[in-house]
């Protein structure tokens, strides 16, 4: 997998592809970037690398480490102004956990409310069919806490 050195943007998108194809090397190999990234020090940096790390314990079935360490993403993404990866951390949660679980069907709920006050249609579409593939049915009842941003 070529990877765009220090991009942290690039390598998340990166790594969303490795997670859907269940690459936890490659989500290694992200990881290794983003840790080598001077800036990694800055928030939105740290976001990305609980992202990743997030995304390989739920690879690893590490399901307990990867909860904490997908809600630490969208706290700090949502702490650093960036509220859309803390939706897309939502939309990866539906993909990798188990949905009907309380605090994630409310990270999930959350995610949507971003999803639907942006009118982000097709992540709202990726974001059902991801539930539906998962038979979580419905979308989530529970009330989300507003990501601010």
């Given amino acids: 997998m ?66 904490a360490a997908y809600v630490r ?10 509220p859309l990866e803390a939706a897309m951390a939502a939309l990866d949660m539906a993909a990798t956990l188990d949905p009907e679980e309380p605090q994630v069907a ?4 959350r995610g949507r409310a971003l999803f639907e006050r942006v009118r982000a249609q097709a992540w709202l579409d990726l974001l059902d069919r991801t539930l539906a593939e998962r038979g979580a049915g419905a979308p989530s009842k529970a009330v989300p806490t507003p990501i601010e941003g």
């Fill in 73 to 82: 993403t969208v706290d700090l993404a949502a702490a650093s102004g960036a």
């Fill in 2 to 67: 070529e990877i765009v050195p220090n991009r942290a943007p690039s390598i998340i998108l990166l790594a969303q592809v490795a997670l859907r194809r269940r690459d936890a090397a490659a989500i290694r190999e992200c990881i290794a970037r983003v840790e080598s990234d001077p800036s990694v020090a800055q928030i939105g940096s740290q976001a990305s690398l609980w992202y990743l790390t997030a995304a390989l314990a739920a690879l690893e079935g590490r399901t307990a480490d990867a909860l």
């Fill in 106 to 109: 409310g990270e999930i709920a």
